[in-house]
């Protein structure tokens, strides 16, 4: 016998499927994740953004269940989760984050995440940028060039 599952659930499960079982490189995986996820509805995040000298405090809110991916990012960064619980695809392996925890961020990672809970995360960039668009230029690589990938 098989449970129930809804349109979202069967989803996530085939998009958790390209991140786990699969014997490509990780971002291979992470890019085949990402592009099934075009598939899907979509939902719009705005981060926040908070500038100080030298720094960027980038905050954002993954409501439960929701699956992402970020970009990828030329300089390291300290991540900060304040509330909530994700399973995050990182180079490393895949880590079940429970808030709060903390974890640095090494150039030329992309992460891909599915929000067990309601997540807030913030990312804090040093940076001497004053705006988000001179801040993303600064700090995340053009995905086209596929730069973190070499």
Same mark, same amino acid.
Request: with cysteine; proline share 4%.
């Given at each position: 016998?098989?449970?129930?599952?809804?349109? =979202?659930?069967?989803?996530?499960?085939? +998009?958790?499927?390209?991140?786990?079982?699969?014997?490509?490189?990780?971002?291979?995986? &992470?890019?085949?994740? #990402?592009?099934?996820?075009?598939?899907?509805?979509? +939902?719009?995040? #705005?981060?926040?953004?908070?500038?100080?000298?030298?720094?960027? %405090?980038? =905050?954002?809110?993954? =409501? =439960?269940?929701?699956?992402?991916?970020?970009? &990828?990012?030329?300089?390291?960064?300290?991540?900060?989760?304040?509330?909530?619980?994700?399973? &995050? +695809?990182?180079?490393?392996?895949?880590?079940?984050?429970?808030?709060?925890?903390?974890?640095?961020?090494?150039?030329?990672?992309?992460?891909?995440?599915?929000?067990? %809970?309601?997540?807030?995360?913030?990312?804090?960039?040093?940076?001497?940028?004053?705006?988000? #668009?001179?801040? #993303?230029?600064? &700090?995340?690589?053009?995905?086209?060039?596929?730069?973190?990938?070499?």
């Amino acid at each position: 016998m098989y449970p129930s599952l809804t349109k =979202e659930e069967l989803h996530t499960i085939v +998009a958790v499927d390209f991140l786990l079982f699969s014997n490509k490189s990780y971002a291979e995986r &992470v890019y085949s994740f #990402e592009r099934y996820l075009t598939t899907l509805p979509q +939902a719009t995040i #705005e981060p926040t953004h908070e500038f100080i000298d030298g720094l960027c %405090k980038r =905050e954002i809110v993954f =409501e =439960e269940g929701m699956l992402a991916t970020g970009k &990828v990012h030329a300089t390291a960064h300290m991540d900060v989760m304040l509330e909530g619980e994700m399973i &995050v +695809a990182t180079e490393d392996g895949f880590k079940r984050l429970i808030a709060p925890c903390t974890m640095i961020t090494k150039p030329g990672t992309k992460k891909a995440g599915i929000a067990i %809970k309601r997540t807030r995360w913030i990312s804090y960039h040093p940076t001497l940028a004053t705006t988000r #668009e001179e801040l #993303e230029a600064e &700090v995340v690589f053009d995905e086209r060039k596929e730069l973190w990938l070499s």
